[in-house]
């Protein structure tokens, strides 16, 4: 039994009044000699001892009365035996959030002053972890130890350019605890960016035996706000010509309305700029434009001048522009039509081929032809290759082309598999008939989703599909494009030095209408740039994230430092904005690295929020004890098991049965 308001169970010491009121206001009986009254002895001491009983049952009565009702006001309730969980372990787990946003102000300084007292203060016995973490791929843990290494951890770690993903941290934490049974407390330390916080994410609990507490380093915020700038969408590769470039950007103004000027700028030199105004806490979209015709890779910017920025970056967006020649591009179609409507090679061809400006020149043929000088190789609804195709295609992505795969309704499984399933980078399991689906997004940075949804506002929900291939042995590839039903519409792998896409769907009107909508056409440019590129980099990489650099090879930052791989492949961060020179296989090539915007929006969210979002049981709270800590009701639950259960209800009624029975007892004794 558990008492909302115990304090009042003093009351309970009422009960000895009527006890009391018996002893001290009872009858006193006089012995007087009366001899005409000694035959009557016998029956009055019978009366005598009724009376008397039935006084003590007055008492208990009167006493049962009081008790039941202070019991009703001290509101019982069962807990169920949460309280009596008993104490366990105090393993302490502290989160160090080292993304981006913590780079402003003293944010970072202050999350370690904190993260230190709470190490400093953990139980004696405890175990101390300390986990920085950024985005998903910053996630570091400490090995458990004393106070004293967790402090050295904490003084060692540093802020970094990645973009925040708490719940991916909280996720491994999880993983975690739940691997060595533990026990003890998690304690979150962030500035809580809401950006931060996916909205449209399942969020796991942890375990019962876990307290969870925020501490939220926000500061104040920057009054003036400032600029941030990400780029949409633009012409990766243009073939030379007259104002064959341009880019699209969107500027983004955390404060008042303001005026600023953005200039392109390519190697550094400025070919265009133009003045925009910005909204209060609004967001602008800009498109810039010139002219390049040397051959080759050129480092490119948008910059914003004119007004304040949160974040070191957020001022410009870099990207890579090359001027190419026409890309060749073979398309072996598996099923030639004399309908061109039916002919999936068809729609290709008018994607790539289309206008004049177009850098693709792309041929169909039935059979596999010499792949000399090609960039890239589309097989559209074709089920079997000769081995010898096959090897040739093998040897031909693996020295650095790039190979498309689609499958329409019309390709056999077996065949596939057998064949060209040996290089894709998934097979066929079953063609799957499903009315209505279309395409959304797996992968939301990747380079074909940000590029083709961005360019003219592509919707990717046009097409429609009325079956697709459901596949098997694809866990090699990443997954950039799902169905509506959730499963795999676009798969990327890499087979040596090259890169394969698969799609396993009809790129013709045999099932769906996808290439009759606008969106086609920078689908399939866009899946063609991709592999033309040997699928090393997108249009722009985030800073934080890591660049896996091949054997001897280098990497040259911004800041004109050069890390170097020895005679295996590493892993390299890339640690701030900016154009990155990367050699390897005695060639070199531009990578354009980018801040990811959403940091320097300082938004926080609410920590009490978060707490009931993570905490695996709302309705109970830790607390420590000099043993350790143990499990109790919190008070919003108490308050709630209490009404639920109304104990204090029934001790009233109790109450009111006791007092009429009281009343039929004293007059029983009245009468005697």
Same mark, same amino acid.
């Given at each position: ?48 001892? +009724? ?11 009167? #006493? ?48 370690? &002053?904190?993260? /230190?007292?709470? &190490? ?48 991916? &941290? ?76 341009? #880019?699209?950007?969107?500027v983004h103004n955390r404060g008042?309305? +303001? ?50 920025? =949160? ?11 090359? #001027? ?15 309908? /061109? ?56 992505? !693996? ?5 498309? =795969?689609?499958?329409?309704? $019309? ?70 494009? +799902? ?10 792998g890499h087979l040596g030095n ?27 440019? /866009? ?9 090393? !980099? ?11 650099? $091949? ?27 900016? =154009?990155? !020179? ?56 108490? #308050? ?26 004293a007059q029983l004794a009245s009468?005697?």
């Amino acid at each position: 039994m558990t008492w909302l308001t115990p304090s009042l169970l003093w009351f309970a010491l009422l009960g000895a009044v009527p006890i009391l009121l018996h002893f001290l206001l009872r009858e006193r009986v006089q012995k007087v000699a009366f001899s005409a009254m000694r035959f009557l002895r016998k029956q009055s001491r019978e009366v005598l001892s +009724r009376k008397k009983w039935l006084e003590w049952l007055l008492t208990i009565l009167r #006493v049962a009365c009081i008790m039941l009702l202070v019991a009703a006001f001290a509101r019982p309730f069962f807990a169920s035996g949460i309280d009596a969980a008993g104490k366990f372990g105090s393993d302490t787990y502290i989160l160090l959030d080292t993304s981006r946003s913590m780079t402003f102000g003293t944010r970072f300084a202050d999350a370690q &002053a904190q993260a /230190e007292q709470l &190490a400093k203060a953990a139980a004696g016995d405890s175990r101390i972890t300390v986990v920085t973490f950024g985005g998903a791929e910053q996630i570091h843990f400490s090995e458990p130890g004393d106070a004293t290494a967790a402090v050295d951890a904490i003084h060692h770690a540093a802020a970094t350019a990645g973009s925040t993903d708490v719940f991916a &941290a909280i996720d491994k934490v999880l993983e975690t605890v739940k691997q060595h049974n533990g026990s003890g407390e998690v304690h979150l330390i962030s500035d809580l960016q809401a950006s931060g916080l996916p909205r449209n994410r399942d969020v796991r609990k942890l375990p019962p035996s876990y307290k969870f507490v925020v501490h939220a380093i926000a500061g104040k915020l920057p009054e003036a706000g400032g600029v941030a700038i990400e780029g949409g969408a633009f012409s990766a590769d243009v073939t030379p010509g007259e104002q064959n470039f341009s #880019v699209a950007a969107r500027v983004h103004n955390r404060g008042p309305a +303001r005026e600023v000027e953005a200039q392109l700028k390519i190697a550094g030199k400025s070919i265009a700029t133009k003045r925009i105004q910005l909204a209060a806490n609004g967001e602008t979209a800009l498109t810039l434009g010139g002219t390049l015709r040397d051959v080759g890779e050129h480092p490119g910017q948008v910059v914003i001048t004119g007004a304040p920025v =949160i974040l070191p970056g957020d001022d410009a967006y870099n990207f890579i522009v090359r #001027v190419v020649k026409k890309v060749k591009v073979v398309v072996v179609n598996g099923h030639p039509s004399k309908n /061109e409507k039916d002919d999936a090679a068809y729609y290709i061809l008018a994607a790539l081929n289309a206008g004049d400006d177009s850098p693709y020149s792309a041929k169909a043929y039935e059979t596999l032809p010499d792949l000399k000088d090609v960039n890239v190789v589309i097989l559209s609804a074709l089920s079997t290759l000769p081995p010898a195709d096959v090897k040739r295609l093998e040897e031909f992505v !693996k020295s650095g082309g790039g190979m498309m =795969i689609s499958a329409g309704p $019309g390709v056999n499984a077996a065949s596939f598999d057998a064949s060209i399933g040996t290089i894709s980078p998934a097979k066929l399991r079953a063609w799957t008939a499903g009315d209505d689906l279309f395409l959304m997004p797996a992968n939301a940075h990747h380079s074909l989703v940000t590029r083709i949804v961005s360019e003219g506002g592509g919707d990717l929900t046009a097409g429609r599909f009325n079956g697709y291939w459901d596949l098997k042995d694809s866990q090699e590839a990443d997954v950039v494009l +799902r169905f509506s039903n959730n499963r795999p519409a676009l798969l990327q792998g890499h087979l040596g030095n090259g890169t394969t896409i698969f799609f396993p769907a009809a790129m013709d009107m045999r099932a769906g209408d996808f290439p009759l909508h606008g969106i086609f056409v920078p689908f399939i440019r /866009e899946a063609v740039r991709i592999l033309q590129d040997h699928g090393t !980099k997108a249009a722009s990489v985030l800073a934080g994230e890591s660049y896996q650099l $091949g054997a001897d090879g280098s990497i040259e930052g911004p800041d004109g430092k050069i890390q170097r791989s020895e005679k295996s492949a590493v892993a390299v961060t890339l640690s701030a904005p900016g =154009i990155y !020179k990367v050699t390897q296989s005695n060639t070199t090539e531009l990578l354009a690295v980018n801040g990811d915007v959403k940091e320097s929006d300082l938004t926080p969210a609410s920590a009490s929020d978060l707490e009931k979002m993570i905490a695996s049981a709302p309705e109970t709270e830790v607390r420590r004890t000099a043993e350790g800590f143990e499990r109790v009701l919190s008070g919003d639950a108490r #308050v709630g098991a209490e009404h639920k259960q109304n104990i204090g209800w029934y001790c009233l009624l109790t109450v009111a049965a006791l007092c009429l029975t009281e009343l039929y007892v004293a007059q029983l004794a009245s009468r005697k």
